[in-house]
């Protein structure tokens, strides 16, 4: 249903006509995001320029109690950006300007809506580094990784969003504008209000500008692909590597299920005959990379690999590197509808979660791929179903709740990148327990006392 003439007529005024949208063909598009078997159609949708006219539709949304769902590229894997029923969804993807690059302090201001591969490039191109590099980077927004806090491909070494968080500008649902954080690598002054809104999920502020650290850029990088006939020797070498005190930029695994969806939508030549690859990148200094390369090639060695491939050049890195990049996408293919998770463990833990979800396959009786941060303790087990199956989908939910609990019982988290949104907040106070919850949800009404921002999504 669409808002009240009165709200669209007043949100005109402010963006104007052209920005925002109402007829049902327009907002299909904006019903759902990248998490299967979630769909919502919203009341409108608006996409602002400015900080002031966010300011604008904030207040507009607080005064008239209007829920208010932040959306960047809509990619998210946890329905964070689906929109609650007969909602305002305030889309960033027109604030997408690079507004300062720091050559001093190594800074980059942006606006929510520039891409990560954006602020890749852009840093790139000033000889600098940004290490975030979630699967989605060429369409997901930095407002969307923070409210995220994304992880990717290099976030052994590297971190995650947060690591390059520095300070952001945030309008808080009444239309007020606060700005935490600045260029000064130390600061303790008062709490750390910015770290608050990082993870946040777009359900205490709407973030309009984050000023992020950039480092000096690699000089050399050495990228290669492991085979193992078991996949527990794949999480044998990652642990010999870890004891060896290497820690790669890179240490990505899939199995074979992935291995061989990857190989017929991407054709990149990789071994078929194996249970497992490992993906491995080590890059700064070239003496050090030629070191932990050869270090890493020979435990691999060592540990009885099937095949060990080092790329030889850029070109062939890149196309090595595409194989785990590729992955989502060539599951996502096999069947119609794709469950993503993203359970994570203490890397010790990380042989026994994997052996966990086959076993869980197997007892459901499911099709599974799996694939994922190894370095990290991240898995991504990939549930390959039809949601139009009821009977099936109730078996992925059952199989679901025992990878979760097994990761809860092992130390580890219910979502280690993609967030809790609607698709895991059933699973949260298990994980959270008591005090955590409590301390979470009065920090959310004291930001948000009307409950506009993303009804329903983390938390009641
Ligand atoms: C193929 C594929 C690969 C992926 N790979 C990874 C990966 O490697 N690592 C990873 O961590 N994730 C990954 N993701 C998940 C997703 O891309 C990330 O969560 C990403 O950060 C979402 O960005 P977005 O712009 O699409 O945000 P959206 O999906 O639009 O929004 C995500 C959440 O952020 C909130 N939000 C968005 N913008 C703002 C803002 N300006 N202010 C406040 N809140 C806001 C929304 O309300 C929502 O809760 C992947 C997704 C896909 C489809």
């Known amino acids: 249903m669409p808002l009240a003439e009165k709200i669209l007529a007043e949100l005109r005024r402010v963006v104007g006509d052209e920005n925002v949208l109402v007829t049902p063909e327009d907002l299909i598009p904006y019903s759902f995001d990248g998490t299967a078997a979630l769909q919502q159609m919203p009341g409108c949708v608006v996409f602002a320029r400015t900080t002031e006219q966010v300011a604008s539709i904030l207040r507009l949304a607080n005064d008239t109690k209007t829920p208010i769902v932040t959306r960047g590229s809509g990619t998210g894997l946890s329905g964070g950006s689906l929109p609650s029923p007969d909602c305002l969804v305030l889309c960033t993807v027109k604030m997408d300007k690079i507004l300062e690059l720091d050559r001093a302090n190594l800074t980059m201001l942006v606006e929510p809506g520039v891409t990560t591969l954006q602020i890749a490039d852009a840093a790139a191109a000033a000889g600098l580094f940004y290490p975030p590099d979630p699967g989605s980077m060429k369409i ?17 070494k590297y971190g995650v969003t947060r690591n390059y968080v520095m300070g952001m500008e945030v309008v808080l649902p009444g239309g007020e504008v606060l700005w935490t954080g600045n260029k000064c690598v130390k600061d303790v002054a008062g709490y750390s209000l910015k770290d608050l809104f990082i993870g946040s999920e777009g359900t205490l502020g709407v973030i309009t500008k984050v000023l992020l650290r950039l480092i000096p850029k690699p000089q050399a990088k050495k990228t290669m692909v492991a085979s193992f006939a078991q996949m527990d020797r794949a999480a044998e070498a990652v642990s010999a590597i870890i004891a060896a005190q290497i820690i790669p930029c890179t240490l990505e695994f899939l199995d074979r299920m992935t291995i061989h969806c990857v190989e017929a939508y991407a054709k990149i030549g990789l071994p078929l005959d194996c249970e497992a690859l490992l993906l491995m990148e080590t890059d700064g200094h070239p003496a050090a990379v030629a070191e932990e390369a050869a270090q890493m090639e020979k435990i691999c060695r060592d540990i009885g690999c099937l095949e060990l491939r080092v790329a030889k050049d850029e070109a062939e890195a890149t196309k090595l590197a595409s194989a785990r990049r590729a992955a989502f996408s060539a599951l996502a293919r096999v069947s ?125």
């Open 336 to 460: 119609p509808t794709t469950i993503l998770e993203d359970a994570t463990v203490p890397r010790s833990e990380l042989a026994k979660m994997i052996r966990l979800v086959e076993a869980v396959a197997k007892k459901y009786n499911l099709k599974i791929g799996t694939f994922g941060h190894m370095g990290d303790g991240n898995l991504h087990p990939t549930f390959l179903t039809d949601e139009r199956n009821k009977e099936e989908m109730h078996r992925v939910e059952e199989a679901f709740k025992e990878i979760f609990d097994e990761a809860i019982r092992l130390g580890g988290t219910i979502t280690g990148e993609h967030g809790v949104g609607l698709a895991k907040k059933s699973f949260l106070p298990k994980f959270a327990g008591n005090a955590q919850m409590r301390v979470m949800r009065e920090l959310r009404r004291a930001l948000d006392p009307r409950a506009i921002l993303n009804p329903g999504k983390m938390f009641d």
């Open 140 to 156: 997901s927004t930095i407002g969307g990784n923070v409210a995220e806090n994304s992880g990717g491909l290099r976030g052994l």
